[in-house]
Structure formats: C-alpha cells, structure tokens
C-alpha cells in the first residue's frame, strides 16, 4: 500500500494542480487493524482461463498517514478510515506451473463507502486553487481509484505476457444511453424569500463508474428535455450500473433534485430499455430514459447495417459510434537520440479530435510503454489513427505514423498485432502495438425486419389463410414485395471547388515570419467521410474534386465540411461550414461561397446537385460521354447510374450435412463495394426483406454478384446478373425469380431489381437539338445530329457570357459520312482546357474492329503524344473483354501549355491485350492526330479510321 501511494497516487496528485507540485506523502503506517472479509463468492469467468471472486469487504482501521506540501508549509494527514465494498479479484491467467496464477486484477465494481478522519483539512483546503474542493469531491476521487473501468494489476510471474491486455480487456458491452427528458421536478428557485416559488435550472450528471458525462443546463424548466446521447464502456454484467443524479444549477452550491441506478443486468436481458424513471434519495419527478446493449463483434460484414441504422439517429453532442478501437502500445526500438542524451519518449495517439497520451519512460531509446488506449469510431472505413513519438517537452518529434483503420476491416479476427515502421525518424525505429477494433452491433427485435404491411388490393401469401391440408406449403409470391421507401433514394454529387482567405498556421522563427498553410478539407454526409489531398503552402487553394452519395430524406442530415492545415504533429484547425440536405434535395442544385464558422476569416466554395434516378435508358449515352468530359482527374470516375436491389426471399436452398436446414446469408457486389444481408436462422426457405444500394460507373460491363452462404461460410448457390439484361428490361427493372448455380436443382432466388440513369441537368454541357422520333426516323447518314456544348467558365464561381468558352461536341454518331475502313474505327475527342491549362482527349469507343486470329479480342486504347515516346506521356484505357465493339468513355490529361499542344502529334493504338507468345501486346490499328490541324478551342467527337503501322507511318 505504501508503494501504491507513493510511486502511483503522489504523481497524479502533483500532476493534477500546480500548487500542488511539491505535495509527498511524508508517513504511511497502516496501523495494526486488519482489513476483513466478511463474504466470498466464487464463479468462473467469461472464459477458461479465468477465476473471478467477489470479496465482500469491511476496513475499519488505525491508518495514519502524513502528507505535505512543501511550497505552502501545510501539513494534513489522515487518522483513521473505513472502507466497506464488494472487490472482485480476477486470477487470470491460468498457468501449467507454480504460482498457478500468473497475476491478480483487482477492482470494484461500484464505488464503494469511504469515511476518512481527517487532520489539518482546513489548512489543505486554505492552498490556492484547492479552495473548491470539498471533503467529499477529494473521497469520491479516492474512492473512484479502484472503479472500474481502473484496475489494479499484481504481476505473479516475472515477464508477464499481455499486462495491458489484462488491466484493459476488451469491453464485454458498450451501453448507449438516450437522456431524453425529465417531469415534474422539484422548483429550487425562490423569490422574496420563499414567498414566490420559481422553477428550476436542471441538468444531468450521468455515470458509469469513473466515466461521467454532464449534459446541458435547461433554463427555468421543471419538465426539461434533453435528446442528448452518451456511449459507456460496460466491463461485468451484471454488477455495473448506470447513475443519473439530477441537479439545479445555481451560482454557488448546486441544489439535488434526485437520482436514479439501474444494473446493466437489466438491459443486457432486455437489449432495448425505454421507461421513465422515479426519481429517488429525497428527489420528485420522474426521468425519461433509452438504453441500448450494442455487443462487440468482430464482423465487419455488420459495418454497413450498423452505419444505415447510425443515420437515421439525430445525436449530440456527438455522432453515434458504429465501433471500437483498443491500442495497445507496448514499446519501441532504436529512436532517434541526441549526441551523448537518452530521449524521454512518450505517445500522442489521435482519432479525429479526440487525442490521448502515453505516460513518459525516461532515459531510453527503447521504452516499454505497456498501456492501452480507447477510441469511439464514428465511421471506421475512413478514419485513421494518427501516433506521433516525442520527448517529454513534446516540441521534438522522435517519430510519426498513421494507421488506416480500413486495415483492421479486412484483417484476422479485425486485429493488426505487429510492428510498425516510424516515419520521420531513424532508420531502424519502429514501435510495436495491436490494434483490434469490434463493430457495436444492436441486436434488438425492433431494429430487425419487421413484417411489412399489405398495399392495397394485394395480399399477404406468406400469412393468409389457404385452402388445403394442414401441411400445404403457402403459395410462393410471383413478385417481390418492397416496402414504399424502395428505390427512394437520391444521389448527391458534392463538388469541393476552391477556398479563399484561408487564416496564415505555419509561422517560422518562432511567429516572427508568417508562412501559409497547407489546406485539406474533410466532407461528411449520411454517415460518410471523404477527404480531400493536400494543398501544399496555399492560403486560396483549388480543389476541383467531386463526391458521391446515396441518400434518403432522413429529416436532420448535413452535407458537413471541416478544413485542416496539414503539419507533421496535429494538424490545425482552419474552419467548418455546413449545408442542411433537405434543402439540396429541395433546390436540386446549390452553388455557393459558404463563410467558415469558428474562424476569423475565410470561405468556402461547394456544389451540391441532386441527382434523382432516372428510368429511361435512352439517357445512359448521352450521361457517359458528359460524364467522360467533365470528369475531374482528381476525382473517382462519376457515376452514371444508381442500382436498388431488394432482396426477397429464397426457394429450396441445399441442406446441410444430416439433413439440416440451413442458416443462410445473401452477400451481394458490385465492382469493390460488397453489402451481407441479416442471417435467416435453420430454414431453407429464407425471408430476408432487405434493400440495397449501389453506385454504378459504366452499366455495359458491371455486373451484380450474388453469394448465398451458409452461417459456417459453405456456399449454398450464387447469381451473376450483367447489368446488360437491366437495360434490355422495360423500365429499367427485372422482378422476379432467378435459379442460383452451383446450387440445388430447384434453388431459387427472388429479387426486385432496378436501374436508375443518373442525368446531370448542371454538368455544363447542353443539348442544343434533340430530334423527335419522327426526325429521326428520317434522318439521312451525314444529316444533322443533336449537339453536345462544355461550358468552361474561367471563374469557377461562373463566369459571364464574355468570359464563357464554348467547345462544339457532336454527340456519338457524329460524321457517318466517313467511309469505314477495313480495321474498324477509333471515336476521340480532343480539346484544350484554358483554365487548368491542360490538353484532354477523350477516348469514347471502338466500332467494327477486325479479329486478326479465330479468338475476339480484348481491346483497349494507349495513347501517346509524339515525339516523346516515354512513360510520361503515355496513357492507356482499361481492357475490354471480348469485344469488337468497346465502349470506355475514358478522360486523359497533359499539363502543357496551348501553344506547346499545338506541336504535338497524338499516337492513338487499339491493341489486343491477349498475347501468350511475347510480351508484346497484338495491335488492331491506329490512329495519328496532328493537333496543329485541329481547332483545340472548338472540336469534336470524331470517328477515325484504324490503319497499320505501315499506312499511318
């Protein structure tokens, strides 16, 4: 115990006040009393490995204990004290071996009662700064040292493996506690005297051991309302327990209104837990309550249904978490060092805003930290963990690393237990830590599928009565049978233009020069984060990068926008501006400079534009080649269409092994973004009701993979469905059954499946003539085509009809006229882009290609500007599979001036990716563009002829 204080309780004491930095304890003597147990219980752990004991404890001892504090010339001490509590032993880990046990965790799991008998308080509480604690704050805070989620750790055995795992395991819970609202409290406020009874000024303290949030202070309200959310860490259930303590906030003392304690044993069984609460201890009124069990699970597959469920909660003060991070920083090796002096490391780890710190090893280049560290994720698929190494004055860095938590999504067991290489630092200084992350899933009834309602006129087949024997299946449904929301949804394409007037963060000189900054923005909507690159050393940077999102008409979302200056530490804070999205689902379309909040200068300039779905696949040509021109190249490819899957049910699945049914699971993917439906328990004939949406770049060549799994992971059948058979549909939509391969004879699945074109009515290219059905029914080859138009504006705020250049496109079929010839024909446009000062060229398709062997090619387009024949300048589209006919729509740029373009010759090369004799790939025909013929300012679409290399030389 004398250590205890002395090498743990005396440094937080000093740490925690200025004037209290020459406190020491001058005599410990724990008397000659001994501290009793009254009552053992014995259970076994959560695991094996693991032996709890409940010891019901009572101290009622002879303790004398001396402090000072030098500075002040105070002495106080303690003469006597009573400690009565239930302190759980952990005896973990078992081991083959004497002592058997390899280390003892002790805590207790409520605070527990603590009289302490004084001696020389008044002097102690006369030290500056010290005046406003009181005898009880200074027992609670003893008392709170051994609560949970503390620990106390007695190594047994030397060299303990996974010390930090043992004092901070992962959570068995975490509790997510909706403090709604408050009734019929008692009125404190009174006015002449107590003749005029008042209200009251209520706010919340909630706790959970040492963890304790205060909400906001409601003026003058005896009924308060709150809507505030908080996230608590649960370790041992039952035994932890939630407080509420209700207060009204005066000038001086803050008067008690009540309180109330729940065991989270209740809301473990329950999951959900709504009521309100009778305020008790002397307290009026009653207070209203929502408590959520989100279990930790090491399931990523969850991740998306959990953040589909997070958008759809209106939290403060902070955004609900959909999971966890654990780091355990156990040490470092070989860091920098000055000539002749050991460093004093420690660590700053930050996620997001929030930052934590390591303590300090002295004296070494090669510290054991062995410390565990807790982070809430908001949205762990974008987020990082930042760790900077520093000495102990933290203006010298001795190393840096970030960490992408995607990493841990994909990873074993969502766990990376390695070491890392540091960055700015020596070249063999590396730190070693694990990382686990758990997603906090609700598994509640009310937040699985519901049954859905009959519409009108139809019935309901799977709960209708029917005509038959007692063991007639019902009849199966013909049709899906979505909710309304379906294929609601909207796209917001987000255009993160340029900033202006940004504030000065990197100074040199100690402030003395003022440099710039090096700007960055983060987006956030609908539970999705983006991040824009860094503009280096720029006070008005340009951005020019574009963003989408799938969105529903949630009341409360907003397109959210933070701005950074990057810097080799913590990165500063430039300013945040926002958009409420109902107005840009309202307006369609937003364009504006936006003032930065929380800052002394600088604005914003954003583009929103809604785009709703579009059934009509005449449009899907026309959305590819604007697409194709206005795609920026620092931006992922636009999205032409959105795709809304629902996921029905399924037919006859294959049993398992014996005869069983099995627990099946539909995973469903489109290019790189992946969605797992809920698992349908013990039946082959699975309801899932399930929605899904995907973003979709080019429909001609994606197709939607479908997977049906048992829980154990064998597959039970799976589905390809090109998007091909969507645009051969009417409508766009496919609603029906579809037999799984590699399956049952007989398995089947049943979707809703529709395609959605994304028409952009703000993208800056205009149709000018758009023939009728007749016109084109008579429309002769060379005759007149509808006309595409870019508006390029040299002021990205819009320029007006001076400054306004137009780039004349004739839209896809453009000069039939031309003869064609006998390799087929090559479509490009080519253009110069005066305000990036860049040359684009756009390669759109191949028509009539001709297969020089047996095999359809798989063709693709490199392109090169003469005469420099190097990497530089070259580019190359994606390959298309077996095709004579390839579409790519593909945007390349060269930053060259006008002038310098001009000189150039343009090398287009259709090639057949397929070659099994040499590493050559096998050319299909070329293409030569001499760009001093060709009027950069007002081109077209063009189809050109392929020649071999001996006719186009």
């Not at 060299?159 to 992962?170: E, G, I, T, Y």
């Not at 001009?902 to 397929?914: F, G, H, I, Q």
Request: net charge negative.
């Amino acid at each position: 115990m004398e250590k205890l204080l002395v090498e743990n309780i005396a440094p937080m004491i000093r740490a925690s006040n200025t004037h209290l930095q020459t406190f020491a304890f001058t005599k410990v003597d724990m008397g000659e009393k001994p501290l009793r147990v009254m009552g053992v219980k014995v259970h076994t752990g959560q695991n094996k490995k693991q032996i709890l004991l409940d010891l019901t404890v009572s101290y009622v001892g002879d303790v004398h204990i001396d402090v000072e504090v030098k500075k002040f010339f105070c002495k106080a001490g303690v003469k006597g004290m009573q400690l009565h509590g239930v302190l759980r032993v952990i005896l973990e880990p078992l081991i083959g071996d004497m002592p058997i046990v390899g280390a003892l965790t002790m805590f207790f799991i409520r605070r527990p009662t603590l009289d302490i008998n004084w001696t020389g308080m008044t002097n102690l509480l006369d030290i500056p700064g010290l005046s406003s604690l009181s005898d009880s704050i200074i027992m609670d805070s003893i008392a709170a040292f051994l609560v949970l989620p503390n620990r106390l750790l007695v190594p047994l055995v030397p060299d303990l493996h996974d010390a930090a795992q043992l004092r901070s395991p992962l959570p068995r819970g975490i509790v997510r506690v909706h403090l709604r609202e408050a009734k019929d409290l008692q009125s404190k406020d009174k006015y002449v005297k107590g003749l005029i009874e008042g209200k009251s000024d209520p706010y919340a303290l909630v706790r959970v051991g040492t963890q304790l949030c205060t909400s906001q202070v409601i003026d003058e309200s005896l009924n308060p309302v709150w809507n505030e959310t908080y996230e608590f860490v649960v370790h041992e259930v039952p035994g932890q327990e939630l407080e509420v303590e209700l207060f009204d906030k005066d000038p001086d003392q803050d008067d008690f209104l009540g309180r109330m304690k729940l065991d989270f044993g209740e809301v473990l069984q329950a999951r959900v837990l709504e009521e309100w609460f009778p305020l008790q201890d002397g307290g009026r009124g009653q207070l209203h309550l929502r408590l959520e069990w989100l279990t930790p699970m090491s399931d990523a597959s969850k991740l998306e249904q959990v953040l589909q469920r997070n958008r759809g909660i209106s939290s403060k003060p902070e955004a609900p978490s959909a999971a966890i991070l654990v780091v355990y920083l156990d040490r470092a090796q070989e860091l920098p060092k000055k000539p002749g002096k050991e460093p004093n490391p420690m660590v700053q780890l930050s996620v997001q805003d929030v930052t934590r710190e390591s303590r300090i090893v002295y004296n070494t280049s090669s510290p054991v930290w062995d410390q565990a560290f807790r982070f809430f994720l908001q949205d762990p698929a974008n987020q990082d963990i930042d760790i900077q190494v520093k000495d102990d004055t933290r203006q010298t860095s001795l190393g840096s690393l970030s960490v992408r938590l995607s990493r841990l999504l994909t990873a074993e067991d969502m766990t990376l237990d390695q070491w890392f290489q540091l960055e700015n630092s020596g070249p063999g200084s590396r730190i070693y830590m694990k990382l686990v992350m758990r997603i906090l899933f609700l598994d509640a009834p009310e937040v699985c599928a519901s049954p859905r309602p009959c519409a009108p006129g139809q019935s309901d087949v799977e709960t209708s009565t029917f005509v038959g024997s007692s063991v007639d299946p019902p009849p199966r449904p013909s049709r899906a049978s979505p909710d309304a929301q379906f294929g609601t949804e909207s796209v917001i394409r987000i255009h993160l233009l340029e900033a202006e007037n940004l504030i000065a963060k990197d100074n040199f000189m100690g402030g003395m020069i003022r440099g710039k900054s090096d700007p960055y923005a983060k987006v956030r909507l609908g539970g999705q984060s983006f991040r824009s690159h860094v503009i280096k050393e720029e006070l008005s940077p340009r951005w020019n990068e574009v963003y989408e999102v799938i969105v529903n008409e949630i009341p409360g979302q907003e397109v959210e926008f933070e701005i950074y200056d990057k810097d080799i530490d913590k990165d500063d804070f430039l300013g945040r501006c926002k958009i409420a999205l109902k107005r840009a689902l309202s307006s369609r379309f937003i364009d504006e400079w936006l003032p930065l909040e929380d800052v002394k200068s600088g604005r914003l300039h954003v583009r929103l534009e809604c785009l709703p779905p579009t059934p009509n696949g005449a449009e899907l040509e026309q959305v590819l080649m604007v697409n194709s021109l206005t795609q920026s190249q620092r931006s992922a490819e636009l999205s032409s269409a959105l795709l809304s899957v629902f996921l029905d049910r399924a037919a006859d699945l294959p049993l398992r092994k014996g005869s069983k049914p099995p627990s099946p699971y539909v995973s469903l993917s489109l290019r790189n973004v992946s969605y797992k439906s809920k698992i349908s328990t013990s039946t082959s004939e699975p309801i899932w009701d399930e929605g899904f949406s995907f973003l979709v770049k080019r429909p001609h060549v994606e197709s939607l993979e479908l997977q049906v799994k048992d829980e154990g992971g064998q597959s039970l059948g799976a589905l390809s469905l090109p998007l091909t058979q969507l645009l051969a549909a009417e409508t766009l939509v496919l609603d029906r059954w579809f037999p799984l391969s590699h399956s049952g004879p007989g398995s089947q699945v049943l979707l809703r499946v529709q395609l959605g074109i994304l028409v952009s009515q703000h993208s800056g290219v205009e149709t000018l003539s758009t023939p009728s059905a007749g016109e084109e029914a008579k429309k002769q080859p060379g005759g007149s085509e509808p006309e595409l138009y870019v508006r390029e504006d040299g002021d990205p705020g819009g320029a007006g009809p001076a400054q306004e250049l137009r780039h004349r496109l004739t839209h896809m079929d453009s000069n039939l006229e031309l003869a064609e010839g006998p390799l087929g024909q090559l479509q490009l446009t080519a253009w110069y882009h005066t305000d990036e000062r860049k040359l684009v060229v756009v390669v759109h398709s191949c028509r009539k290609l001709r297969a020089s062997s047996k095999d359809i090619p798989d063709p693709y387009v490199s392109l090169i500007l003469l005469p420099d024949k190097n990497r530089v300048t070259k580019r190359k589209t994606t390959v298309r599979k077996r095709t004579l006919n390839p579409e790519f729509n593909e945007r390349f740029e060269w930053e060259l001036s006008l002038e310098e373009a001009t000189r150039r010759k343009l090398e287009a090369c259709v090639k057949n990716s397929v070659s099994f004799m040499s590493r050559e790939k096998e050319p299909l025909g070329k293409v030569h563009l001499d760009l001093s013929q060709v009027d950069l300012t007002q081109s077209r679409a063009q189809w050109h002829n392929l020649k071999d290399d001996k006719s186009s030389s």
